[in-house]
C-alpha cells in the first residue's frame, strides 16, 4: 500500500517531529504526553526514543562523535519507515550535531519534518538530573557526555522551541500536540 492510502486510512497525514535538546531537558517526557493525547484523538503515532534505541538497535554503538552520527541515521531510517505508513513519528533524542540534523531535515519533505528544540539551559538540566547522568559525569564516571565534555549545538532554526525551564510539563505537552495537530492540517 502507498502512504497516501495508509493515510486515508489513518485519517490524518504522516510528519516526523525530531525533539532535540540536551539530556534531562524534557524530550521524553513531551514525548510520552502528546503520543497519549495524540492516540487520544485517533492520531496514529510512535515514539522512536534514543535511549530505548541504545538498548537494542544501537547497542553495538558507542560515544564518538561518529557513533552519535550512526545512531542519529538510524533513528532516521526507522521513523522515515513509520513515515511511510503515515504514522505521526515523535523522535526524542538529543541529537548534538547542528550539521546532521541539516541533513536529516534536508532528506525530507519540509510538510514530513519538523524539529522541535526543547529547550533548557544545562544549569536546570543538572539540577533535574532525572538519571544521575551528569552526576557520573562531572564524576568522570561517564566520559564523553554531551554538554559536559562533548558539546551540544543547540538547533539555529528549529521548526518549533518548547522552553522546558519556562514552561510546566503540561502546558509543554498541550503546546507540542497544537503544533503537531496544525502541521498535520496543513499538509
Known sequence: MQRTSWEKWNGHNGAIFWLTGLSGSGKTTLACGAESELLRREIRCVIIDGDRLRLGLNRDLGFTEEARLENMRRAMEVAD?????????????????????????????PNDFAEVYVKCSLEACEQRDPKGLYRRARSGEIKDFTGIDS????????????????????????????YIESRLNNT
Open 81 to 109: 519507515m513509520f513515515l511511510e505508513k503515515g504514522f505521526v513519528v515523535l523522535v526524542p533524542m538529543i541529537s548534538p550535531y547542528e550539521s546532521f540534523r541539516k541533513q536529516i531535515k534536508q532528506r525530507f519533505k
Open 151 to 178: 558539546p551540544y549545538e543547540p538547533p539555529m532554526q528549529p521548526d518549533m522551541i518548547i522552553d522546558t525551564e519556562r514552561h510546566n510539563v503540561d502546558d509543554s505537552i498541550k503546546a507540542l500536540v497544537a
